[in-house]
């Protein structure tokens, strides 16, 4: 009875709304219907998103040689604020793999909902701290293959770095990298727009800086090519200021996807180029992943011998024995060379 009553009171209300009113209210729902319906999930959307990983891919590149790549930069090379936190790097390991070529991810880091996570990034890190850890890990692994889009954490913090430097740092940064790991070849990337004016005027400048660098490069006859992210150069399907999320630094979902076509177009080119050398045989796996299920499954195996020890009862006044890792985490995962 009393939802009756309810009912008839709505009715009653209903029909003494004016008929605009009755539009209007009847639209809003009906919108609101439609943008519920045709809202992609997440995995729909992020297909749709990524041209080049579903596109015919053809033969492997180079003939099919391992690829071992690093990946440069701050939070955006991470994928921070992104489904999974996997940016645009699981994009472009998919494509790879598809591709047919075994690959290793390498670096210090680990980040991103995917197996093969490694990485050479660190959230809010500048350039010349970003070499600075470089010459901890790049002569170890020497990979055969180098994305950088670094930079946009100097404009981030202005008032510590800011573009003053750019053009050195990034010369800096290079020219180790190709000391360090003679076989690369190396995509460097501009940084994407900011939403902030006092950022995006830093964004320029450094682009203009980084630009320059690789310009600088390719005339010496080194294996570089340019990545442009920022729309200002007139590019189709660059990251525009509506691809940035709600933090105005990183991209959506949408905007990391189109960071990772333009890096998959230009590695096509630079294998179109003949430049991927096969990597350095120093002990480094060639697969990641299966390089990650031997770690884990070495893992299980010293936790199932630690738990075998700590129930074995022990004379009085004689600890336990310590396990003591073989080397470093960051050698078991990527050799010991």
């Keep these: 009875m009393l939802l009756n009553s309810r009912l008839s009171a709505l009715h009653l209300r209903w029909k003494q709304l004016p008929n605009l009113h009755k539009i209007i209210s009847v639209s809003v ?63 472009i390991r998919d494509w790879l793999v598809s591709r047919g070529n075994p690959v290793n ?16 990034a660190f959230g809010a890190q500048p350039i010349k701290p970003t070499l ?21 954490s100097d404009c981030f913090q202005l008032d510590h770095w800011g573009p003053a430097y750019i053009l050195q740092s990034m010369r800096d940064l290079v020219d180790f990298l190709f000391e360090a790991s003679p076989r690369a070849t190396i995509i460097m990337s501009t940084i994407i727009t900011s939403p902030w004016e006092g950022t995006e005027r830093c964004v320029k400048s450094s682009n203009a800086q980084i630009r320059q660098v690789a310009i600088d490069l390719i005339r010496e006859g080194k294996p570089v090519t340019m990545a442009e992210m920022h729309y200002d ?19 959506t979902d949408k905007g990391y996807f189109k960071m ?19 990597p350095v045989d120093n002990g480094v796996p060639e697969d990641g992943e299966a390089a990650r299920d031997a770690e884990d499954a070495i893992k299980a195996q010293e936790g199932k011998m630690k738990g075998k020890e700590g129930n074995e009862p022990k004379p009085p006044g004689v600890p336990g024995r310590r396990s003591h890792e073989s080397g470093s985490a960051f050698n078991r995962r990527h050799g010991a060379i």
Excluded: C
């Design 29 to 91: 729902v009906l919108l609101f219907l439609i943008v519920i319906l045709i809202q992609p999930n997440p995995d729909v959307a992020r297909d749709g998103w990524n041209r080049l990983t579903h596109s015919k891919s053809g033969g492997p590149l180079a003939g099919g040689i391992p690829l071992r790549v690093m990946f440069i930069g701050a939070s955006m090379t991470l994928g921070e604020h992104s489904t999974g936190e996997v940016g645009y790097r699981k994009q």
């Design 105 to 120: 991810y390498v670096g210090q880091n680990r980040y991103g909902d995917f197996k093969d996570n490694d990485v050479q």
């Design 132 to 152: 600075d850890r470089l010459k901890e890990v790049v002569p170890q692994v020497q990979p055969n293959l180098i994305l950088i889009n670094a930079g946009s």
């Design 233 to 251: 150069q007139g590019l189709p399907n660059r990251v525009l200021r509506e691809d940035i999320g709600p933090d105005d630094m990183h991209p």
């Design 260 to 278: 990772g076509d333009i890096f998959i177009e230009k590695i096509i080119e630079v294998e179109k180029n003949g430049w991927l050398q096969r």
